[in-house]
Nanobody, 127 residues
């Protein structure tokens, strides 16, 4: 296992969840890589949610996540977090974390700029 996403679950609208993305493996690292979260709802395309640079100096969010979601990282724990509050039914999706590859010309918002993906964790928000 290289990237393990966890923390999903069933929550009522207005509730909160914290997703975690943990890196593991002797030869796998996210220490000097950005990490992003993406999500995919049934019947919809995968979409960017948030990303953080390797040193947490910069963060990026989809418009609907701004003010509700916060991405952070703890490099000592090799873990990236996505704190989600004020959740809405439209946030229901499988959430994936991914490691940013060395693609300086590809936007942080573009899934093509990520080289390793976790298995996903289901987030369901009931109305």
């Amino acid at each position: 296992v290289q990237l393990q996403a966890s923390g999903g679950g069933l929550v009522q609208a207005g509730g909160s969840l914290r997703l975690s993305c943990a890196a593991s493996g002797r030869t796998f690292s996210i220490d000097y890589n950005g990490v992003g979260w993406f999500r995919q709802a049934p019947g919809k395309e995968r979409e960017f949610v948030a990303a953080v640079t390797w040193n947490a100096e910069h963060t990026f969010y989809m418009d609907s996540a701004k003010g509700r979601f916060t991405i952070s990282r703890d490099n000592a724990k090799k873990t990236v977090y996505l704190d989600m509050k004020s959740l809405r039914p439209e946030d229901t999706a499988v959430y994936y974390c991914a490691r940013r590859g060395l693609y300086p010309r590809i936007s942080m918002y573009d899934a093509g700029g990520y080289d390793y993906w976790g298995q996903g964790t289901q987030v369901t928000v009931s109305s």
